[in-house]
């Protein structure tokens, strides 16, 4: 079966620093596959390399296509998402107006999304999937909270109607109670048919969603498999994830 994303023989650079040493991996359609490691291994400068962030070789396939040598812009028409860490918003549009800016050119959301169509994604399914922004609607992005911030994040890029959703380190920073509204967003994405690539450090959440995980240890893949497989593996939790 051809992945929907591709990495084979990554490697990727912030000037003269190496940090991506061949790395390969997939992900399926449908499917939430997590990459763990610790701090510097990697893992956001990976999702950053398939969005055309950093500079990098070897080959990125998104769909079939080699996306690597794209604008970011131009891979996220193809239908590739992008929610970083740093929790972007527009402080001073409204959480409508911010929602409205995830749309792809051409889009008009209504019922059931897309001209109407049942697989995109609207306005009002943001507000179904969490309401807290429903109430914040007309409020300033700026005075939300964290965690309501990382909620318009996520919408937002979902507005794109994308096939496939890199997420860099949702969790982090958040309340429980809202990682477990985060964790329930990335399982409902892939109960409509959208893959998730979750780079996460919380290796609870990334056991309990994923079908597979990666870890990179020192900008290689160190392990790949399913999370029963690194539950049983002591050894490379030990030497690579755990503190």
Not at 102 to 122: E, F
Not at 184 to 209: D, H, M, T
Request: aromatic share 6%; charged share 20%.
């Amino acid at each position: 079966m051809t992945a929907l994303l591709e990495f084979a023989g990554v490697h990727a650079f912030y000037g003269k620093s190496h940090v991506l040493r061949g790395v390969d991996l997939r992900v399926q359609s449908g499917e939430i596959v997590s990459l763990l490691g610790r701090n510097g291994a990697g893992r956001s400068t990976a999702v950053k390399a398939a969005m055309g962030l950093v500079e990098a070789r070897g080959v990125i396939r998104f769909g079939g296509e080699d996306i690597l040598g794209l604008t970011p812009f131009e891979v996220a028409r193809k239908g590739l998402g992008y929610v970083p860490e740093s929790r972007d918003v527009f402080p001073t549009l409204t959480v409508e107006q911010n929602l409205i800016l995830g749309q792809k050119p051409g889009y008009k959301s209504g019922p059931g999304g897309a001209n109407g169509s049942m697989d995109g994604w609207c306005i009002a399914d943001m507000y179904r999937l969490f309401p807290r922004l429903a109430e914040r609607a007309r409020m300033q992005a700026g005075v939300l909270s964290g965690g309501e911030q990382q909620m318009l994040v996520l919408c937002r890029t979902l507005m794109g109607n994308p096939r496939l959703v890199l997420v860099d380190e949702p969790t982090e920073g958040l309340a429980p109670q809202v990682v477990e509204q985060v964790a329930q967003f990335l399982v409902a994405l892939q109960q409509r048919g959208i893959a998730v690539l979750l780079v996460e450090q919380k290796l609870a959440i990334a056991l309990e969603i994923s079908q597979r995980l990666y870890v990179l240890g020192q900008g290689s893949v160190v392990f790949q498999g399913a999370p029963a497989d690194l539950r049983a593996n002591t050894a490379v939790r030990r030497e690579w994830l755990e503190v």
